[in-house]
């Protein structure tokens, strides 16, 4: 069964540096986003992505976040500057259509710790 | 807050017992889902109820919705320990954003 991959499954990093996480979603899927949950807590939205662009963000995605698709499979959330409270696991999923209430696919999270 | 909230937080029941989770939002909803995840894991879908649907079930899973009341429930029955895990709503609401709630944790003692 296709599945969403995420790379690293683990990101340890200093405050203040940048990192990238990466994910590829299901082949013929055509939104992407991006969740994070802190300490296995809520999960909270962050980014929406279709066709190339940005479709919603949250507060959390501040100018320190940005998204990427730079090539046909890959879809990166880069944190240019990373904080303590940045410290989260954050999970990439994809959906099938566009269509409001297809349901997500989600990856095994990356778990990144900003010390 | 957009957020959905479930209740209860947690929840521990004995194996064939049933677990009724609740979650209740504050706006309008074009649908509802439950999403299970397993500790450290990603979110699993579970099923899905459209805001003019009323029940569903699919195997030992029941969903309602009472958008009177923006609240849905999700109900296990005759449970087993392998459904231990935490168990969330999440919602559209006219947009692609899906809101998640705070999720229920689920023990399921054998």
């Known amino acids: 069964e296709p599945e969403v991959t995420q790379t690293p499954s683990h990101q340890v990093t200093q405050m203040g540096q940048e990192v990238i996480l990466r994910c590829v979603p299901i082949?013929?899927?055509?939104?992407f986003y991006w969740y994070r949950q802190i300490l296995g807590q809520k999960v909270e939205f962050l980014v929406s992505?279709?066709?190339?662009?940005?479709?919603?963000k949250s507060e959390i995605f501040d100018d320190q976040f940005s998204v990427e698709r730079p090539d046909g499979s890959n879809f990166t959330l880069k944190i240019r500057s990373t904080k303590l409270e940045d410290s989260a696991m954050y999970f990439c999923?994809?959906?099938?259509?566009?269509?409001?209430?297809?349901?997500?696919?989600f990856g095994s999270g990356t778990q990144l710790s900003v010390l | 807050s957009q957020q959905g909230e479930e209740d209860p937080q947690a929840l521990s029941i004995q194996e064939g017992e049933n677990a009724t989770m609740n979650c209740s939002y504050k706006?309008?909803?074009?649908?509802l889902q439950w999403y299970r995840q397993n500790s450290g894991r990603g979110l699993v879908h579970l099923i899905l109820?459209?805001?003019?649907?009323r029940e569903k079930h699919s195997g030992r899973l029941r969903v309602t919705l009472d958008t009177s009341k923006k609240s849905s429930s999700l109900l296990i029955t005759a449970s087993r320990a392998a459904d231990t895990a935490s168990y969330f709503c999440?919602?559209?609401?006219?947009?692609?954003?899906?809101?998640f709630g705070t999720g229920t944790r689920l023990k399921v003692l054998a």
């Open positions: 999923a994809s959906s099938e259509q566009a269509l409001l209430g297809e349901k997500l696919f």
């Open positions: 082949s013929n899927h055509l939104y």
């Open positions: 992505f279709y066709n190339n662009e940005i479709s919603e």
């Open positions: 706006t309008s909803i074009n649908n």
């Open positions: 109820i459209r805001s003019n649907e």
């Open positions: 999440a919602r559209t609401s006219g947009t692609y954003k899906y809101i």
